[in-house]
């Protein structure tokens, strides 16, 4: 059934995340529905889901859930965008791209090899004393 008086309720960032919206409205009871996307050469279309107006008041609590899933989700990508590593050589504490976790790679102030993702020697310290074993 197509809707009598549609309207936009998110702009989604691709077509996944329009169909997985969709499925969360329609298993929900709210009818959706995914703009075509039809976009010509060198045309950036952004997908949009489409919602009767009548029943914007039961989309609301879907959309802002999805929406607070979605920022959590960029969040712990943002986390898990840098590994921090120190040089044994000079000390130098160095952000790695955190797709280089459990590389060598070369320290960018004196060129000696250091080994990415290990744990640094203050994390270490605190690790050590949280684990001693009691009498």
Do not use: W
Not at 114 to 134: A, I, K, N
């Amino acid at each position: 059934m197509a809707l009598e008086d549609p309207v936009a309720v998110y702009d989604a960032a691709n077509d996944i995340d329009a169909q997985l919206l969709c499925n969360l409205l329609n298993d929900a009871g709210v009818e959706a529905y995914i703009t075509e996307d039809d976009a010509q050469v060198g045309q950036v279309m952004t997908p949009q889901v489409f919602v009767d107006r009548s029943a914007i008041d039961r989309a609301k609590p879907i959309l802002q859930d999805h929406e607070r899933r979605q920022e959590g989700q960029g969040a712990a990508q943002a986390d898990d965008a840098n590994v921090e590593s120190v040089c044994e050589e000079c000390g130098q504490r160095t952000a790695f791209p955190a797709d280089q976790k459990g590389t060598v790679q070369c320290c960018p102030q004196c060129g000696a090899y250091m080994d990415v993702g290990e744990v640094l020697d203050s994390e270490q310290s605190d690790l050590d004393e949280g684990t001693e074993d009691e009498p």
